[in-house]
């Protein structure tokens, strides 16, 4: 996501420095009565990214949350009372804005200025009634159809090493965007695992099969003398593959192949997960393959189409089982 014109602070100079005067004259930390409806929209929004900023948040996070809030300054205005931005404008704006977004957008606009509300009151900058009053609006569930096996092989079939190598990882461990971008060479470990920096900084073990990992040690023997630090993933240019590299070269991978599935490293997420559960593996391991806190995120993941459901309950049948004991 690009940082202009978002680019941090997002109020004004005048706006930053009336707020730092009023710091620095010995005002109480804690804002009270009439001083609440002082604090304005923009120097409110340069103190939450701050704040996040302290905290620890990836920078991809405050970028997110500077998208999202600085649109709202921009809309409201920076020198607008934070408690004078009612819910129906804020409800309106976000009606307008379905005009060119995706619904699932405009949830991702309701969390982070639920975000900057809740925090701004417990900050004591303002009560932020019209921010904190949103509710998340209702998403359709899209179900992501994974590869079928005969697509996945037409790939592989005409993948270059490093194509081959990128492809081979993504399915086998259903690794998101952002976590390939960041992986080093010295992530690969020798026991057949790699070391994975998820979201929240939070690092796991990801296990690696064979076939991938023969994949991925002999891209990176193609690229000649490499260091644990390096990228995993390099450029034709000698730079590292950013996410738009990696999301352009699997969509073109996909239009050679004929592959008529959505080619994007979220299909082969779900194409992991789904694989990973008809093919004998567990709810919970899966959940700490993909990073997953919650078992509700995962079930996201996952669509047994008919035929796995048949096949599933075969195995499983109940009165199947009891059947077969009887007449044991």
């Given at each position: 996501?690009a940082s202009?014109?978002d ?6 100079p005048d706006s930053?420095?009336n707020r730092?005067?009023?710091?620095d004259s010995g005002?109480?930390?804690?804002l009270?009565?009439?001083d609440l409806f002082a604090?304005g929209?923009?120097?409110?929004v ?5 704040a996040?900023a ?7 996070t405050?970028e997110?949350?500077?998208y999202i ?8 205005g920076a020198?607008r009372?934070?408690d ?5 404008e804020l409800r309106?704006?976000?009606l307008?804005l379905?005009e060119t977004?995706?619904p699932?957008?405009?949830a991702?606009?309701?969390?982070g200025l639920?975000?900057f ?5 417990a900050?004591d ?7 904190r009053a949103?509710r998340r609006?209702?998403?359709p569930?899209r179900v992501i ?10 790939l592989?079939?005409i993948?270059?090493p490093r194509e081959?190598a990128?492809?081979l990882?993504l399915l086998?461990t259903?690794?998101?965007?952002a976590e390939?971008?960041?992986l080093?060479?010295?992530?690969l ?7 994975v920096?998820?979201k ?5 073990i990801?296990p690696l ?7 991925l ?9 490499v260091?644990?630090?390096d ?10 593959l950013c996410r738009?590299?990696?999301?352009v070269?699997i969509?073109?991978l996909?239009?050679?192949a ?6 994007s ?5 779900h194409t992991f ?5 008809v093919?004998g ?5 899966l959940?700490q ?6 078992l ?7 669509s047994?189409t008919?035929?796995d459901l048949v096949?599933?309950?075969r195995?499983?049948s109940?009165?199947d089982?009891?059947?077969r004991?009887r007449?044991?």
């Amino acid at each position: 996501m690009a940082s202009s014109p978002d680019s941090y602070p997002v109020s004004s100079p005048d706006s930053r420095r009336n707020r730092r005067a009023s710091l620095d004259s010995g005002a109480p930390d804690r804002l009270s009565g009439a001083d609440l409806f002082a604090v304005g929209l923009g120097a409110a929004v340069d103190l939450f990214l701050a704040a996040k900023a302290a905290e620890g948040a990836s920078p991809r996070t405050i970028e997110w949350y500077r998208y999202i809030n600085g649109r709202a300054v921009r809309r409201f205005g920076a020198d607008r009372p934070l408690d004078r931005v009612g819910a129906p404008e804020l409800r309106a704006w976000l009606l307008e804005l379905r005009e060119t977004l995706s619904p699932e957008s405009i949830a991702g606009f309701v969390r982070g200025l639920k975000a900057f509300g809740n925090w701004c009151a417990a900050e004591d900058l303002g009560t932020a009634p019209g921010f904190r009053a949103l509710r998340r609006p209702r998403v359709p569930r899209r179900v992501i159809a994974p590869f079928t096996d005969a697509e996945l092989q037409r790939l592989l079939a005409i993948a270059e090493p490093r194509e081959r190598a990128l492809i081979l990882l993504l399915l086998d461990t259903g690794l998101r965007l952002a976590e390939v971008t960041g992986l080093r060479v010295g992530d690969l470990r020798p026991d057949g695992t790699m070391r994975v920096m998820g979201k929240g900084s939070k690092e796991r073990i990801v296990p690696l099969g064979a076939t991938a990992r023969r994949a991925l040690q002999r891209y990176v023997a193609e690229r000649g003398v490499v260091r644990p630090a390096d990228p995993l993933f390099m450029g034709r240019w000698g730079r590292p593959l950013c996410r738009k590299s990696i999301q352009v070269a699997i969509a073109g991978l996909g239009r050679r192949a004929g592959v008529a599935t959505r080619c994007s490293p979220h299909t082969f997420r779900h194409t992991f997960a789904h694989s990973y559960l008809v093919n004998g593996g567990d709810v919970f391991s899966l959940q700490q393959i993909l990073g997953h806190t919650t078992l509700d995120m995962v079930r996201r993941y996952v669509s047994l189409t008919e035929a796995d459901l048949v096949a599933r309950h075969r195995v499983a049948s109940p009165a199947d089982r009891l059947a077969r004991g009887r007449s044991a």
